[in-house]
T-cell receptor, first 112, second 116 residues
Framework: QQQVKQSPQSLIVQKGGISIINCAYE??????FPWYQQFPGKGPALLIAIRPDVSEKKEGRFTISFNKSAKQFSLHIMDSQPGDSATYFC???????????FGAGTILRVKS | GAVVSQHPSRVICKSGTSVKIECRSLDFQATTMFWYRQFPKKSLMLMATSNEGSKATYEQGVEKDKFLINHASLTLSTLTVTSAHPEDSSFYIC????????????FGDGTRLSIL
């Protein structure tokens, strides 16, 4: 059972464009939604995270949009750069929970 | 801040060998540590959760006698793959979380295990 569904599986964006990755969940007990960036041969690095009491959070070129009623959240990467080429994972965690549930990942390639 | 160091980064060994992987939180106290396994081009699969000073909680389907986890201090957890076989070859990643359930998980850089 896939608790967090992530799409697309892969994405190619031109340099300077906007990269958009979407995630959807079913468990209404989730209350923490982080995004991780992973480069080949490295561990995931926390990029940005949001809680359901806000609809948007921005940090530099990265923005999370959150739609609580639709149980969806997305990552927008503005002015995408070749250095952003990596695999991105959305995740979710229950309130007072330990475990992160990860999406399947999106392989992003930014073409220069 | 929030640096997690994992060692070794890569290990190649013969079938039947036991391999120990260390995970250290360098600048914070990790009350909870997690061990994941990742197959190529796949997502992270949680293997077990460990709290300092207590037994690890294993996910369904993960053999606790095969994957021994010790979390003896607030900065160190170890994963030992016992009697490793080629099917145990994988990318193993640890993460650590500071005190408090609202704290984020910080990941190490992983260990590439290859069993010949």
């Amino acid at each position: 059972q896939q608790q967090v569904k992530q799409s697309p599986q892969s994405l190619i964006v031109q340099k300077g464009g906007i990269s958009i990755i979407n995630c959807a969940y079913e468990n209404t007990a989730f209350d923490y939604f982080p995004w991780y960036q992973q480069f080949p041969g490295k561990g995931p690095a926390l990029l940005i995270a949001i809680r359901p009491d806000v609809s948007e959070k921005k940090e530099g070129r990265f923005t999370i949009s959150f739609n609580k009623s639709a149980k969806q959240f997305s990552l927008h990467i503005m002015d995408s750069q070749p250095g952003d080429s990596a695999t991105y994972f959305c995740a979710a965690r229950e309130e007072y929970g330990n475990k992160l549930v990860f999406g399947a990942g999106t392989i992003l390639r930014v073409k220069s | 801040g929030a640096v997690v160091s994992q060692h070794p980064s890569r290990v190649i060994c013969k079938s039947g060998t036991s391999v120990k992987i260390e995970c250290r939180s360098l600048d914070f106290q990790a009350t909870t540590m997690f061990w994941y396994r990742q197959f190529p081009k796949k997502s992270l699969m949680l293997m077990a959760t460990s709290n300092e000073g207590s037994k690890a909680t294993y996910e369904q389907g993960v053999e606790k006698d095969k994957f021994l986890i010790n979390h003896a201090s607030l900065t160190l957890s170890t994963l030992t793959v016992t009697s490793a076989h080629p099917e145990d070859s994988s990318f193993y990643i640890c993460s650590a979380r500071g005190q408090g359930e609202s704290q984020p998980q910080h990941f190490g850089d992983g260990t590439r295990l290859s069993i010949l």
